[in-house]
């Protein structure tokens, strides 16, 4: 499977093909084989203007809120969603 060592290494299993000292991930081929299977390539192009827009519309009906993101995507939709010291969309 392309990427192995990628997937490995970016959810912090380890430093392909060692596991990380104490690390509780399973050990063995069959676990390995299972991860890899559950991993979902990028499908499509990334267009952060239409992720953004999307979050926008979301806030404009539901009001102000705190937007919790997970990892690089949510941070590139936060910059382009809202400045915090002015409440108002980037554009």
Excluded: H
Excluded at 33 to 45: A, H, I, R, V
Excluded at 48 to 68: H, M, Q, W
């Amino acid at each position: 499977m392309p990427n192995e060592q990628l997937w490995f290494n970016q959810f912090r299993i380890g430093l392909w093909p060692e596991s990380f000292k104490g690390s509780q991930f399973p050990r063995g081929q069959a676990a390995l084989e299972q991860f890899f299977q559950s991993m979902t390539p990028n499908t499509g192009p990334y267009d952060i203007d239409v992720a953004s827009n999307g979050v926008c519309a979301l806030l404009e009906k539901t009001g102000p809120a705190i937007l919790v993101t997970y990892k690089l995507d949510g941070l590139d939709i936060a910059a382009n969603v809202y400045t915090p010291a002015k409440g108002s969309r980037n554009t």
